[in-house]
């Protein structure tokens, strides 16, 4: 068997404060086979080679960044939806236009370019969050999962894993009013129907896994929540739900329900520790309880949440109860998984006017471990042996990294400073260049396909 040894000038070893110096790394067969630090002892004296084999990776080395929430086609709105006022409500109405416009093959080549820009980014895996499944108007293509497989086929391309979350998306709001407009290719009609069509895509490539997702209380019926939780519960998949990204969502539960969504979640049975909440901003603290004794994760998006306007989520009080917090950015108004981790920080400082609320550690693992355990890929995401192979290097001497101790990183890097990113064993990032897409070309024909002119 080839074993590929790598020498990190600094690797983040699991559980590790800070990150550590010299630490050789093996890799055969895609998993990390040896960790082996460098003691002063084991050093070799300056200018004697021991590891001859060992290619230096200069910089830091910290295991692979987990996007854990992703719509691929908002990337086409980045930086169009700024010119005038509005809330998410009105961000969305330009969001159905793109959405509107899609079909397979400029969805694949938009999936394809903004995977590829993931990866470049230092992100090994991505949970797409899919609802896209039908034509315009709600006719299923000739294979009803069509639009499924291209998303895979992106991935593929992209060369990162890809966990698949089929979104049931039934309604258009609380009260179960129909969907409509560019709503209806959203829909299965019922979650009996969405489970059928959801049970028969069972791709076979090494790099994906299928999960399932409620997309909110808004577009999945009470009654029919537990047909979705159940499809995840007995394939042990991972299940994700939008919740409480909006005030405007709580009330109308509240007024519909009489509980919260999150209240409304669990009567349903759809929390769980194989389900994360996306972005829970606006929870109660019985909400909060029930998350935590439930063991459901939150994946909180900073950026998109900033970018909509849709409030602070109580990060630190999530921590405190024990809830397992991942990084997902979501709209990709910026695809930058330092920037989201530091944001977790960020925003609580701005929010009690004090600092220090996460360790560096803390949103390491939210961006790599965590995120990683969101998806269903639990052995990934650690620089540990028998982990998948995925390393990502990142500068230290660029004009924002320089004189940075490598602690410091979450708080000064971002993805232009990664330099190298292997997924599985893999090179698919060098010299911070995907290896096989064009990204800012490929990017900037999929959008212009896509856009209303
Ligand atoms: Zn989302």
New binding site residues.
């Given amino acids: 068997m080839t074993t590929a040894r790598w020498l990190a000038q600094y690797a983040w070893l699991p559980e590790h404060a800070e990150p550590t110096p010299d630490v050789l790394i093996e890799v055969e067969a895609g998993r990390i086979a040896a960790v082996t630090p460098l003691t002063p002892s084991s050093r070799p004296p300056a200018g004697v080679e021991v590891y001859p084999d060992a290619v230096p990776l200069p910089g830091l080395t910290v295991p692979g960044l987990a996007n854990a929430?992703s719509?691929a086609f908002h990337r086409a709105l980045r930086g169009r939806t700024h010119g005038g006022r509005g809330d998410f409500w009105t961000w969305r109405d330009q969001m159905y236009a793109v959405a509107d416009r899609l079909d397979p093959d400029t969805y694949l080549a938009l999936a394809r370019a903004v995977y590829a820009e993931m990866a470049l980014a230092g992100v090994t895996c991505v949970g797409e969050?899919h609802y896209l499944h039908h034509r315009p108007g709600g006719g299923a293509y000739d294979d009803p999962n069509e639009m499924g497989a291209a998303l895979v086929e992106a991935a593929a391309h992209a060369g990162i894993r890809l966990t698949l979350l089929d979104t049931a998306y039934l309604t258009s709001t609380v009260d179960g009013q129909a969907l409509a407009g560019p709503q209806r290719r959203f829909g299965d009609g019922d979650a009996a129907r969405w489970a059928q069509r959801a049970a028969a895509f069972q791709p076979t490539d090494p790099h994906v896994r299928v999960g399932a997702a409620v997309h909110s209380v808004r577009a999945v019926p009470a009654d029919q929540l537990r047909t979705v939780a159940e499809w995840a519960g007995e394939r042990q998949a991972p299940l994700h739900v939008?919740l409480s990204e909006q005030p405007a969502e709580n009330d109308k539960c509240r007024a519909v329900h009489g509980r919260s969504p999150t209240a409304l979640l669990a009567e349903h049975d759809v929390l769980g520790s194989n389900t994360t909440a996306?972005h829970a901003t606006h929870p109660t603290s019985a909400d909060l309880a029930l998350l935590a004794d439930s063991r459901t994760g939150v994946c909180l998006?900073p950026t998109t949440e900033r970018d909509l306007a849709d409030g602070i989520g109580p990060a630190r009080l999530m921590a405190e109860a024990g809830i397992r917090l991942s990084l997902g950015s979501?709209?990709h108004a910026v695809i930058d998984l330092f920037e989201e981790a530091r944001a977790v920080e960020l925003d609580e400082r701005l929010r009690t006017r004090r600092r220090g609320h996460f360790a560096p550690l803390d949103l390491l693992t939210a961006a790599t471990a965590a995120g990683h355990t969101a998806l269903g890929w639990a052995d990934a995401g650690r620089i540990a042996v028998g982990a998948r192979a995925d390393l990502v290097t990142v500068r230290l001497d660029s004009a924002r990294t320089a004189g940075v101790p490598p602690v410091g990183v979450f708080f000064a890097a971002g993805a232009a400073d990664v330099e190298q990113v292997m997924v599985d064993g893999r090179v698919v990032v060098a010299e911070g260049r995907h290896l096989s897409v064009d990204v800012p070309a490929e990017l900037a024909a999929a959008v212009e396909a896509v856009n209303p002119t």
């Fill in positions: 929430h719509h969050f939008h996306v998006c979501d709209s």
